[in-house]
């Protein structure tokens, strides 16, 4: 059994940083793929970066340039660093992850950018 438990987020406003962590309750090195994903009110949950099952990184094409995802196997621990924020990166976010069959997911972080 696996425990996500998301912590960062916050208001701010448009133009801004924040930075997401996701601490896992136990070694994250067998958990993959792992990553963030986020829904917005009336919107469907949406994948935004992710470490692959082979460890490269993927992005939601509308985050590229701007958020940077990381985790540290030691400290058990998935990162997400968002840069230069926008109204639309608005949603609840969720961290994920996969070990073998099984999926976990956090409890979620609300990330409200205002304009």
């Known amino acids: 059994q696996v425990q996500l438990v998301e912590s960062g987020g916050g208001l701010v406003q448009a133009g801004g940083s924040l930075r997401l962590s996701c601490a896992a309750s136990g070694s994250i090195f067998s958990i993959n793929p792992m990553g963030w994903f986020r829904q917005a009110p009336g919107k469907q949950r949406e994948g935004v970066a992710t470490f692959t099952n082979s460890g490269n990184t993927a992005y939601a094409d509308s985050v590229k340039g701007r958020f940077t995802i990381s985790r540290d196997n030691a400290k058990n621990t998935l990162n997400l660093q968002m840069n230069s924020l926008k109204p639309e990166d608005t949603a609840v976010y969720y961290c994920?992850?996969?070990?073998?069959?099984?999926?976990?997911w956090g409890q979620g972080t609300q990330v409200t950018v205002s304009s």
């Open positions: 994920h992850g996969r070990r073998e069959t099984t999926d976990y």
